[in-house]
């Protein structure tokens, strides 16, 4: 009986999974618009002040960052399974978005 709970406990995380990206993917499209108009808010200012080209163009990069992230949230969540290029990209994303925001 011992050997079938680690089995059990797998299956009952899997089925968790699509219901648990589901709610992910909900949770980004929420708030894509409110993300959407900061970054674009940023990006305004950073026009506004003198400033390097680099950060007017990572204030632009945001923007598009905010947009890529939802559509590909929602490419996976649509999907039959799960392209890792595409999760691969969000990571990726999630990283560089976050770079942007501190520079």
Same mark, same amino acid.
């Given at each position: 009986m011992?050997?079938?709970?680690?089995?059990? +406990?797998?299956?009952?995380?899997?089925?968790?999974?699509?219901?648990?990206?589901?709610?992910?993917?909900?949770?980004?499209?929420?708030?894509?618009? $409110?993300?959407?108009? $900061?970054?674009?808010?940023?990006?305004? $200012?950073?026009?506004?002040?003198?400033?390097?080209r680099?950060?007017? !163009?990572? !204030?632009?990069?945001?923007?598009? $960052? +905010?947009?890529?992230?939802?559509?590909?949230?929602?490419?996976?969540?649509?999907?039959?399974?799960?392209?890792?290029?595409?999760?691969?990209?969000?990571?990726?994303?999630?990283?560089? !978005?976050?770079?942007?925001?501190?520079?």
């Amino acid at each position: 009986m011992g050997k079938d709970r680690p089995q059990h +406990t797998a299956r009952a995380r899997a089925k968790q999974e699509p219901r648990r990206l589901a709610a992910a993917v909900r949770l980004i499209n929420t708030n894509n618009p $409110l993300l959407l108009d $900061l970054a674009e808010q940023v990006q305004a $200012l950073k026009l506004q002040v003198p400033g390097s080209r680099a950060r007017v !163009s990572l !204030s632009g990069q945001l923007v598009m $960052l +905010t947009q890529r992230l939802a559509r590909n949230a929602n490419a996976m969540l649509g999907a039959d399974v799960i392209d890792p290029e595409v999760a691969f990209l969000m990571g990726k994303d999630t990283t560089t !978005s976050a770079s942007c925001c501190r520079a």
